[in-house]
């Protein structure tokens, strides 16, 4: 009897782990199951030419190149209000596992200075950091007086308010980069938003602008053109495309700033749809493509996901919270 209720016993908890594990194995094919029944819409919170347009597009491209899909992505540019614009549809998008959004700064700067949009970032989904972009200042190659950081100030100081520093939108990156330019040097430097990076871009190689704050991505055509010069990176390094570029950091200026590039859900995205995502960039991520024009752009920065992405964007809104108050644009 010992003998026999012992095989028993021990007959139950095989079965019970063979089931436990079949329901296990169901459970993970019906939550791999889920892929896109439709069209993805992939909107870009920035205009036509920038870096987070350039990015998207390719991202695009690598997905269809791969056949990583079953569904098309589609760009789908906002960025009116610096952002605003593609933060209020994405919110509208509740629960939607067709929508996402490729963010930057302005993803934190936007609601904080702007609280009446009932933006809480908290609820976006956090699928993908793909990368950290970097940014540098920028002057036309014609300012043969201008060839660094003393040379700019110089020049900045003599024209005084007069000096134009186009950048992307009211209070983004760009105008708080130009007002640590300013407070750092005593500079009065004019800020005078565009929509998009590629149009800042435009402005300084043709000379209707006396200096941007551009990411690698947006003024490398121009800087190979020769026609644009970057005199400074707000960077820990130096950039191995820029080496002459020296940072803020070894000019005495203790201040390094990025931007990041994230795939966002919707807020309320199924579970199921967040982790396609996750896994789909990061196999986008892994690829050479991507990993290539990782290194063409100066981008930096792991790949970031899930929980750790959330706890990056909380952080993230913190610091510029901060700076913000410095800036005089919000209440502490």
Known sequence: MRSIAKTTCG???TLGLALTAVIGVAQDKAFAAWEPKKPVQFVVMAGKGGGADKAVRLLQSII????MAPQAFTPVNKPGGSG???LIYMKGKKGDDHT???TLNSFYTTPLRQPALGIDITTFTPIARMAEDTFLLWVNSDRKDINNIDDFVKAAKAKGKGWVMAGTGKNSEDNLLTDFLNKAYG???KYVPYKGGGKVAKQLAGNNADSTVNNPSEQLGFYEAGKTKALAAF?????PLFKDAPTFKELGKDFVYFMQRTVVGAPG????ASAYYQDLFTKVFNTEEWQTYR???SLQGSLLSGDDLMAYWKNEREIHRQMLVKMGVIKG
Do not use: D, N
């Open 11 to 13: 007959l139950g908890v």
């Open 64 to 67: 269809a190149k791969y056949k």
């Open 84 to 86: 605003a614009e593609a």
């Open 100 to 102: 996402i959004m490729f």
């Open 187 to 189: 500079l009065e430097m």
């Open 235 to 239: 960077t820990p390094k130096r950039l």
């Open 269 to 272: 995205m199924s579970a199921e």
């Open 295 to 297: 290194t063409k752009k």
